[in-house]
Structures are given as structure tokens and as C-alpha cells.
């Protein structure tokens, strides 16, 4: 009996040890998203994907664990590489929602393997393998429909300039919460809505109020470029 009882304490030390070890260290997510007309200005070019020009729409850059202190880890697993057959389900759809418009040219699987190294392997957990990432990613782009929610609002890609504040307040109404916007300078000067940052719970699913709003410039009427 008192053997049994030793034993089933180590069993509990090493059930605590392991969810120790699983646990996620940071505090939530940055999702965000690019607007590929920005991404072409600020670079003077890009190379659109194999797979031809993507649609007008913003892109996925990334899914970020991230600190409430502004801290965040990164490159957490070099043994995880991306594995193709991981996301095989995935690729039409990571094609369409996560291009890449970096030079040269590619199909997206480099784009989306530096992500899933960088930031991915900081929040691996049961549900966030490879393919839960992905997918949370997709799953989160598909809520936050930012190009609706703009243009819901009269604002569109079409090389006007838009109030910062009413950008905000869009995709506030459509979402429910409060976007961190990041602005890039064109080679004219001119400041354009490049990334949006939403925050979201570390699970990946749920958006949240940002416990830290990220700190970007931008002026206070910034360009939707064409694209
Ligand atoms: P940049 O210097 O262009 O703003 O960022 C370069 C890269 O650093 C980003 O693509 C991203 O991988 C990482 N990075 C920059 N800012 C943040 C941040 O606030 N949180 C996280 N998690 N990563 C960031
Ligand atoms: P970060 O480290 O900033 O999250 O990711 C940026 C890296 O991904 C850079 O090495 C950049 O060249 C590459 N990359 C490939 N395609 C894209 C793209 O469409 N947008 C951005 N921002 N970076 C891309």
C-alpha cells in the first residue's frame, strides 16, 4: 500500500512537471495582417507569388506570441521545421489569405516556415501544432474581414487619404475591438495604413482588447493605396 502511494505521488509530480512544461509563456497574440499595395510601395517593388497576383485584400503577415511588458519570445523550437505534409489541406487557402509578395518570387511555403519558426514555435501547445496554427490564423482572418469593415465605413483602396482615427473606429464597430495600425512611407513621402495589429487570447482564437497596443507611427491621415 505505502508502495502504491509513493507511486501514484511521483505519477502527480510528473503530471504537474509536464503541464509545466506545455504551458505557454506569454500573454496573448499579435494577429497581423498586411496590406499588400503598402508592402509593394514601401520596398519601391515586390514579386508577386507563383501562383499569380493575389487579390486585393489584406494578407496575413504573422500570428505573435507577445508580452504585456512589449517582451516576446522568439525562435523557440530549431527542431520544429515546417513540414509541408503538415499544412498539405491548408496550401489553397494559405495561397489565397497568406501570400508572399518578398522577392524573389515563391510559392509562400519560405514565407510561412520563417513565421511558423520564428513565432509559431513560442506557442506550441496540443491545439497550436503546425496545423493549429495555420489554421487559427486562417480561422482569425476570416472574423476580422478588415476590407469589409472599411469599406463598410466609405473607406477604400483607392489612393485617398482617410482620417487614422476613422480607420480605428471601423474596424472597431466591426470587430469589437480596437486595431493597432502600423504606417509605412512611400517613396513620394506619404504615410499608408501598412499592418494592422489585433490581439488575440492564447488559445488563438478569440480576439481580445490589447492588453498592450502596439506602438507604430503614423500620421493622422494615412493613404489606402491601390494595389
Ligand atoms: P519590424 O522591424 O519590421 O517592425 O519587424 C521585424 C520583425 O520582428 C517582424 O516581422 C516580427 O517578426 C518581429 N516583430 C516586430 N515587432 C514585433 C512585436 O511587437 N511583437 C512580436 N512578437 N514580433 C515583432
Ligand atoms: P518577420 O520576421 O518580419 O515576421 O517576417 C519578415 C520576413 O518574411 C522577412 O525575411 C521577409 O523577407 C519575409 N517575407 C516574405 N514574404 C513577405 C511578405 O509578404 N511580407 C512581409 N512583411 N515579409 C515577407
Not at 14 to 20: E, G, K, N
Not at 102 to 116: A, I, K, N, V, Y
Not at 117 to 131: F, P
Amino acid at each position: 500500500m505505502r508502495l502504491n502511494f509513493s507511486i501514484f505521488i511521483k505519477l502527480l509530480v510528473i503530471q504537474y512537471l509536464s503541464v509545466l512544461c506545455v504551458s505557454e509563456d506569454f500573454d496573448f497574440f499579435y494577429f497581423v495582417q498586411q496590406w499588400p499595395g503598402s508592402y509593394c510601395d514601401t520596398k519601391h517593388s515586390c514579386c508577386y507569388p507563383r501562383t499569380g497576383k493575389p487579390v486585393a485584400d489584406f494578407g496575413i503577415h504573422g500570428l505573435w506570441p507577445q508580452n504585456k511588458d512589449g517582451s516576446y519570445p522568439q525562435n523557440c523550437n530549431p527542431d520544429n521545421a515546417l513540414d509541408e505534409d503538415q499544412i498539405s489541406d491548408l496550401t489553397s487557402s494559405l495561397q489565397k489569405d497568406w501570400p508572399s509578395l518578398s522577392c524573389p518570387s515563391s510559392t509562400g511555403f519560405r514565407f510561412w516556415s520563417h513565421e511558423w519558426e520564428k513565432h509559431g514555435t513560442c506557442a506550441e501547445s496540443e491545439e497550436i501544432d503546425q496545423h493549429g496554427y495555420f489554421e487559427a490564423a486562417l480561422k482569425l482572418k476570416e472574423k476580422a474581414n478588415l476590407l469589409q469593415a472599411l469599406r463598410n465605413a466609405g473607406i477604400q483602396p483607392d489612393d485617398e487619404f482617410y482620417d487614422l482615427g476613422s480607420i480605428k473606429e471601423a474596424i472597431k464597430d466591426a470587430t469589437g475591438f480596437t486595431p493597432g495600425i502600423e504606417c509605412n512611407i512611400d517613396p513620394s513621402k506619404n504615410s499608408q495604413i501598412y499592418q494592422v495589429f489585433m490581439c488575440v487570447d492564447i488559445s488563438g482564437s478569440e480576439f481580445i482588447e490589447c492588453p498592450a497596443v502596439p506602438k507604430r507611427r503614423c500620421a493622422s491621415k494615412v493613404q489606402f493605396p491601390k494595389f
